[in-house]
């Protein structure tokens, strides 16, 4: 037998070449991690090319092993301990939904705004309590349902203040029936979204909006005293099932009796964290306020792999849920950063969600346990959206949603044809009167439970037309003046009779 030993690595295709031996005999080995050995013996003359073929099969101890991390894996998996999405075993697809993703940022801008001071303004530091959570998909649903019953400029300004590009009404519609349905079937976290119609008892929804609402939305609508207190604990209870006890009052006192109808939209969510936080690492640690003020906070600490990026004037970082189909995406601006700068930024680009397949770093983390219940007036935020005439009672249009009475004036007709529609100098219009939004918030060590219940109240309004505008087109030669209304001066006067240069 030769002796020494010789070694070789096989190509692309598999084959090995050993060349430059002696002529005399050989043990050829061929060895593969989790395979059986297999051996021979070679008798090699001067000149002589040998081949072998050698046919390596999984030891049965290697099957086994095999087979027990497929199903350790499969049982991981099925109890939602693996990332599907860093994993790759499941891709984000928004093409058939709504994401209200933009419609999100700048609602939440539009409601921080008040409060606190542009970047090197001269306004007062925002009190230390500031804070804001909002439900950008309650909010957004809620309003696809007024847009349903909207006509004209009101149903135009819907489309627009959600930020949802070309769909019309019909495409929404479908995109929000499946968004939903499979919202409401998912298992790595308890989701839900549900809707309601409260309608007061002296009025009659349009049947045609009513069936739109159940189909779509799974709405039903109820028939209610809005102005008893009666239909409190009704408003209240239905708000309290659907998000699981954490939100159990969104109306505190009867409606007026010029309203005829409330809906409601409810979110809710539930879901641990897919490595959750030991409670005995967390410990009141430093936190400076947007004031500036230092104070103690008790903070979660662990390490772990997580999705990291940067942009302009922040850092951001994904935690993901329960088999990372739901997530967590903090933002955190720099030192200095004004967060209405930062919201302005990520309004244009989109919110930071860093790919956990790709940007994944070891992270020291340490987050905030935090613990959030407000209402929201949503009619500000909603104003500086564009929405401003869901509440105006000169232009709010939602002639779709209750049948007309004959004991009230007429509807009144659409403003871009009004002249063609009617002369009554009086009519019913209605208006959006109140827009709220609960939101309950708790994120600790296990995870997070979140619930928003968006509330839209529809008032009755008695109104009269105003006369027609006096028409005045400057569409011949015409004279004009520039004068000094302090002192009665004419500045400039002139003629034009061909206003091309």
Excluded at 70 to 76: E, L, N, Y
Excluded at 136 to 163: E, F, K
Excluded at 393 to 403: E, G, I, Q, Y
Excluded at 409 to 436: D, N
Aim: hydrophobic residues 40%; charged residues 20%.
């Amino acid at each position: 037998m030769a002796s020494g030993v010789t070694g070789a690595t096989s190509d692309t295709t598999g084959r090995y070449t050993i060349v430059g031996l002696r002529a005399g005999r050989y043990q050829l080995v061929a060895r593969r991690i989790g395979s059986l050995r297999r051996d021979t013996t070679i008798t090699l003359g001067a000149g002589d090319t040998v081949h072998w073929n050698p046919v390596l099969s999984a030891s049965e101890l290697w099957v086994r092993a095999a087979e027990d991390q497929r199903r350790a894996d499969a049982a991981r998996a099925e109890a939602g301990s693996v990332d599907s999405i860093a994993t790759g075993a499941v891709r984000t697809d928004s093409s058939g939904t709504l994401t209200y993703e933009r419609f999100g940022i700048e609602l939440l801008r539009a409601a921080l705004a008040p409060t606190i001071p542009p970047a090197g303004g001269a306004a007062a530091a925002p009190p230390l309590n500031v804070r804001r959570v909002l439900s950008p998909l309650s909010a957004a649903q809620a309003l696809v349902l007024a847009w349903g019953a909207a006509v004209d400029s009101t149903a135009h300004a819907i489309q627009q203040a959600l930020r949802i590009g070309a769909p019309d009404l019909h495409e929404v519609a479908r995109r929000t029936r499946r968004f939903n349905a499979g919202f409401n079937a998912r298992t790595d976290a308890e989701l839900r979204v549900a809707n309601a119609l409260w309608v007061d008892v002296h009025e009659q929804l349009q049947p045609t909006f009513a069936e739109w609402t159940r189909d779509v939305f799974g709405a039903t609508a109820r028939s209610v005293p809005l102005d008893s207190a009666r239909a409190l604990p009704i408003l209240n209870g239905w708000a309290d099932s659907v998000t699981r006890g954490r939100i159990r009052q969104v109306v505190a006192a009867p409606y007026d009796t010029s309203v005829a109808t409330v809906l409601m939209n409810a979110v809710y969510m539930k879901s641990v964290w897919l490595e959750p936080f030991e409670k005995s690492e967390t410990k009141p640690r430093a936190f400076t306020t947007a004031a500036g003020r230092r104070i103690d906070v008790p903070t979660m600490e662990r390490t772990a792999t997580l999705a990291f990026g940067r942009g302009a004037g922040y850092q951001a970082l994904r935690i993901p849920y329960r088999a990372g189909l739901t997530a967590m995406y903090v933002v955190l601006p720099d030192s200095g950063m004004s967060v209405l700068a930062v919201l302005d930024s990520i309004a244009h680009g989109g919110w930071p969600l860093p790919d956990p397949r790709t940007e994944s770093v070891r992270t020291h983390l340490r987050l905030p346990r935090f613990h959030v219940e407000q209402q929201t007036d949503l009619r500000g935020p909603f104003e500086r959206l564009g929405l401003g005439i869901i509440f105006d009672s000169t232009r709010a249009d939602f002639a779709k949603l209750v049948v007309p009475r004959p004991d009230r004036p007429p509807p009144c007709p659409p403003i871009s044809g009004r002249a063609q529609l009617s002369l009554e100098p009086r009519c019913t219009r209605i208006r959006i009167s109140k827009a709220t939004q609960d939101v309950f918030l708790d994120v600790d060590e296990e995870g997070t439970e979140a619930a928003a219940v968006t509330t839209l109240a529809f008032e009755l309004v008695v109104t009269s037309l105003p006369p027609e505008p006096q028409q005045f087109f400057v569409d011949r030669p015409f004279l004009f003046a520039l004068r000094d209304e302090m002192t009665g001066t004419l500045l400039f006067v002139g003629y034009v009779a061909d206003p091309r240069e």
